[in-house]
């Protein structure tokens, strides 16, 4: 699986944890438990989300920051992010980065044989990428 090694910031909390890379998710998911630990808010109205298993709800919310880390340097900062928190806590093993969050600001390049994966920052104006 395609890990990365993320740190999550919110409400003067701060986590570090791993996520899977997923070209396959659309939106980017983190753990009840880990949200829990943070002290992020759900609101009281919850959305589906559609998985590999079905839909399942989930808590649209925003958290502080997420940083992707390579080491102990920060090589993507995400701040005042929009995540999808599944209400059941056995829904996802770990946090998940979709094509809504690195994606954006990255080229990705899985090598399979090789169990790596590439980050790439695309060549396109600075200005394009801001966020």
Not at 19 to 45: H, N, Q, R
Not at 74 to 81: A, L, P
Request: with cysteine; proline share 7%; charged share 25%.
């Amino acid at each position: 699986m395609p890990l990365v090694h993320i740190r999550m910031k919110h409400n003067g909390n701060t986590l570090r944890t791993d996520a899977l890379v997923d070209s396959g998710a659309t939106g980017t998911f983190i753990p009840i438990e880990l949200t829990e630990i943070l002290g992020v808010e759900k609101p009281e109205k919850t959305e589906e989300a559609v998985g590999a298993g079905g839909t399942f709800p989930t808590f649209v919310t925003k958290i502080g920051e997420i940083e992707v880390l390579k080491g102990l340097s920060v090589f993507c900062r995400m701040r005042n992010y929009t995540v999808s928190i599944p209400t059941n806590p056995d829904a996802i093993p770990h946090s998940i980065l979709g094509r809504d969050s690195i994606f954006w600001h990255n080229d990705i390049t899985f090598r399979e044989q090789r169990e790596h994966t590439i980050f790439r920052s695309p060549k396109v104006p600075t200005k394009l990428r801001t966020w």
